[in-house]
């Protein structure tokens, strides 16, 4: 019993992991807007979750020694949430503005946008790697292969969370919510 209950918190967490960031997708349109962003610069915008992935993905090992892979997985997915929440917030104000204001307080929030979003990816890549390693351990406790279906779960949870953002946009909820 205590295996197949680890078996399914390990694809809770898989199944967040990938609802949370699939969330924001389909909003990504909405943040151009917000911003005033050209093309070149909404590229790279968005190239900044992945690359704080990137960033990040060496001091995983470090982090799930000092924490464990459990914790690891646990809080990093609560931070992902946190993070970004905090990206809607930070949108949220700068759509306040109605594009009026286009001077510091507008660099100032987009500079915070983009920290945030870089924040998150490299939560997610430290996220990742404490999933995969709890997610062995669970295997070798379960003692047959069941990794896959964690994967899987990352899978459910990316539609799950792409259904979910394309929802709310079509029912205008704000992006901070």
């Known amino acids: 019993p205590a295996a197949r209950h680890a078996r399914w918190a390990v694809f809770a967490l898989f199944f967040t992991n990938g609802a949370l960031f699939a969330n924001i997708v389909p909003r990504y349109p909405e943040i151009k807007d917000v911003f ?3 093309d070149p610069v909404y590229g790279v915008t968005v190239a900044l979750f992945p690359l704080g992935a990137i960033v990040s993905g060496p ?3 470090r982090v799930i020694r000092r924490f464990s892979s459990a914790r690891t997985a646990a809080l990093g997915t609560v931070g992902i949430g ?3 929440s905090l990206v809607g917030i930070v949108t949220l104000w700068r ?3 109605g594009g009026v204001d286009e001077g510091v ?4 929030l987009y500079a915070l946008f983009c920290l945030l979003f870089f924040a998150a990816g490299a939560f997610d890549s430290i996220t990742d790697v404490g999933q995969n390693a709890h997610g062995l351990r669970v295997q070798g406790l379960y003692g047959r292969p069941i990794f896959n279906s964690f994967h899987g779960g ?3 949870g990316a539609v799950t969370g792409g259904l979910m953002g ?3 946009v079509a ?3 704000p992006l901070e919510w």
């Open 166 to 168: 394309s929802a709310a």
């Open 171 to 173: 029912l205008h909820i």
């Open 154 to 156: 990352w899978s459910l």
């Open 59 to 61: 001091f995983a090992a």
């Open 82 to 84: 946190v993070l970004l």
């Open 95 to 97: 759509s306040a503005t």
């Open 105 to 108: 307080g507008a660099v100032l």
């Open 36 to 38: 005033a962003l050209s």
